[in-house]
Each structure stands twice: as structure tokens, then as C-alpha cells.
């Protein structure tokens, strides 16, 4: 017996959203989460126990984790514009070798050589301008107040720190604001309906078929 698809009314005419949709959809939010746990273990472990050995290691660990998972959900977010899409993808792809470098090349661990190099956030920053991409995303499209909260506070915090310009304790307390807001974010998205993270799949037709015209006739 087969089952009956919704046929959703587009800009650019009808669509359908196929269980690959939903599934790319539950996939980018299942990534979120997890970055957004990551974040936040980090944050909480950071303030409340210090930076001890077994803290900075666990710290690097729930960095490489958080990252993995950024990158899957940047694979599987759905962003009308495609070379805005593979920025994002390029940010994230640039700021994760810039991590490995820099944990090759100090002997520290790489939270421990953030904080006391910030010129080193010019090699990994580039993760978290990606993921401020995916804040300013959602800000755009739902209007969310933690994400067009968060959209301005995460490059005011790294600017901040790689210029000297934030004290220690502003900063912790901005960290502190990142972590639940990301975490409130995360599970705001868990519960919200998947229709609209697919978006206008008519749009995305619209521009497919605008690019491979571009490329018959160059």
C-alpha cells in the first residue's frame, strides 16, 4: 500500500518532501545537538573545574567531536544559495586542518594554545565563522532570538579575545551566554516541524536548472 505525499505549492511551482528530506533534516539537527552538548560540557567543565590536564584533554576531545559534527550538519543544512553553502562548508574544512596544525605545532593542548596565543584563532576561527553562518541562517529564515543573539556575540567574543581587548572575566561570562543559548537553540530545534528546514524545494529547482543554463552557454 503506498502512501500518500503531501504536494506543498512553491514559488516556482509544486513539490514534494521525500523521506530523504526529512531524513537530511533530522541528520543537520542530530549535528547541531551534539555540537551544541559539546559546547556546552566544554564551557561547563571550563568555569566550574578549571583548566587542569584531564580537563584541557577531555576539552580537546569535545573540540574534535563538536567540529565532526558541525561538519555533518553543514553537509545536510538546506541553504538556497549554493556558493553561500560551500563558503560555509570551505570555513569549516579550513578551520578544522587549521586545528590539526596547531596541535602538531605546539606542544599544548589546543585549548590551552588558544588562550594563550589568540593569534592561533586566525587558523581556527574559521569554524566558527561557519558556524555563525548557520546562526545567521536561522536568524534569517525563523527569526530565532538566540540565534540573532548569537550571530553577533560569537565573532565580538573571538575578535575580543584575539585582540586583548575583552578581560578574562567578560569573556568567561559571554562563553557562559554562547553555551546555553547554542544549547537552547539546538533543542528548540529538535521540536520544531521539519517542513520548513527543507524549505521551498522549488526555489532550489529554480536555481539548479538557472546554473546548468549558465554552463550550456559559457
Not at 39 to 45: K, N, Q, R, S, V
Not at 83 to 94: C, D, K, N
Not at 134 to 150: N, S, V, W
Not at 172 to 194: D, P, S, T
Request: aromatic share 10%; charged share 10%; proline share 3%.
Amino acid at each position: 500500500m503506498s502512501s500518500v505525499r503531501e504536494v506543498y505549492q512553491g514559488q516556482f511551482g509544486e513539490f514534494v518532501i521525500t523521506a530523504e528530506d526529512r531524513r537530511e533534516v533530522i541528520i543537520y539537527r542530530a549535528g547541531l545537538m551534539v555540537a551544541a552538548a559539546c559546547f556546552a560540557i566544554a564551557t561547563g567543565l571550563t568555569l566550574a573545574v578549571g583548566t587542569n590536564a584531564l580537563v584541557l584533554n577531555a576539552l580537546t576531545g569535545l573540540y574534535g567531536l563538536g567540529c565532526v559534527a558541525l561538519g555533518v550538519s553543514l553537509f545536510t543544512i538546506h541553504i538556497y544559495m549554493a556558493a553561500l553553502h560551500r563558503t560555509l562548508q570551505v570555513f569549516w574544512g579550513v578551520g578544522c586542518l587549521g586545528a590539526i596544525a596547531i596541535s602538531v605545532i605546539f606542544d599544548t593542548p589546543l585549548l590551552q594554545t588558544s588562550y594563550e596565543h589568540p593569534v592561533v584563532l586566525w587558523a581556527t576561527g574559521f569554524t566558527f565563522a561557519a558556524l555563525t553562518g548557520i546562526f545567521i541562517k536561522e536568524a534569517f529564515c525563523f527569526g530565532r532570538l538566540e540565534t540573532m543573539a548569537l550571530a553577533p556575540l560569537v565573532p565580538a567574543l573571538l575578535m575580543g579575545h584575539l585582540t586583548g581587548l575583552l578581560p578574562d572575566s567578560l569573556k568567561a561570562n559571554l562563553l557562559a551566554v554562547w553555551a546555553v543559548l547554542f544549547l537552547a537553540f539546538a533543542l528548540r530545534k529538535c521540536v520544531q516541524a521539519i517542513p520548513p528546514d527543507i524549505g521551498d524545494k522549488s526555489v532550489f529547482a529554480y536555481l539548479k536548472q538557472q546554473r546548468e543554463l549558465r554552463s550550456q552557454t559559457n
